[in-house]
């Protein structure tokens, strides 16, 4: 079992930047990768950025140039920062981790990213 934690999100101005961080605990060994998902009301769960345990990153294109995701293996912690914030950004943003080659999906509790215009 891996448990996320995440943190960082808030109220913000359109141009604005927040940073998301994402503590990862428990079965920590078997992350094959982690990444954030966002979800807008009334709309589906969208991938936004993801790594690898080797570092591979990969962007939605509507936040390429604008996010970057990071990753702190001695804090087994995982960022998004997130800059040039748009309103159509606004979404309640979710840590994923993906374990056990892939077998296994995790996901933490969500913070709200709320983007005014």
């Known amino acids: 079992q891996v448990q996320l934690v995440e943190s960082g999100g808030g109220l913000v101005q359109a141009g604005g930047s927040l940073r998301l961080s994402c503590a990862a605990s428990g079965s920590i060994f078997s992350i094959n990768a982690m990444g954030w998902y966002r979800q807008a009301p009334g709309m589906q769960r969208e991938l936004v950025a993801a790594?690898?345990?080797?570092?591979?990153?990969n962007y939605a294109d509507s936040v390429k140039g604008r996010f970057t995701i990071s990753r702190d293996n001695a804090k087994n912690t995982v960022y998004l920062q997130m800059n040039s914030l748009k309103p159509e950004d606004t979404a309640v943003y979710y840590c994923?981790?993906?374990?056990?080659?892939?077998?296994?999906?995790?996901w933490g509790q969500g913070t709200q990213v709320t983007v005014s215009s």
């Open positions: 994923n981790a993906e374990g056990g080659n892939y077998k296994f999906t995790y």
């Open positions: 790594i690898t345990s080797g570092g591979i990153t």
